[in-house]
Nanobody, 115 residues
Framework: QVQLVESGGGLVHPGGSLTLSCATSANIFSIYTMGWYRQAPGKQRELVATITRGGTTTYADSVKGRFTISRDNAKNTVALQMNSLNHEDTAVYYC?????????WGQGTQVTVSS
């Protein structure tokens, strides 16, 4: 059974920073594109950032310049460094692994930006 285990969510003040981490098995991490999505209350789930096994990254326009996705091939983890957080970043963040027609999701971690 494939597992994506997320950590690092929490409460942060506007302008603050937070880092999310997602761990999975080596056989998944080595071939899948890893990504982060988020879903705010009353909204659809949206792409935040992805990183291929070769290290190519993509970002949603709303987070470009503020968020950085990275992967640690030795630890089979993908991280999302989030800076300059604002209220619009409040959401449940989900780790995603995608390869061809195969896709897996983590359980989600809450990020709340509030003063």
């Amino acid at each position: 059974q494939v597992q994506l285990v997320e950590s690092g969510g929490g409460l942060v003040h506007p302008g603050g920073s937070l880092t999310l981490s997602c761990a999975t098995s080596a056989n998944i991490f080595s071939i899948y594109t890893m990504g982060w999505y988020r879903q705010a209350p009353g909204k659809q789930r949206e792409l935040v950032a992805t990183i291929t096994r070769g290290g190519t990254t993509t970002y949603a326009d709303s987070v470009k310049g503020r968020f950085t996705i990275s992967r640690d091939n030795a630890k089979n983890t993908v991280a999302l460094q989030m800076n300059s957080l604002n209220h619009e970043d409040t959401a449940v963040y989900y780790c995603n692994a995608e390869f061809s027609v195969s896709e897996y999701w983590g359980q989600g971690t809450q990020v709340t930006v509030s003063s």
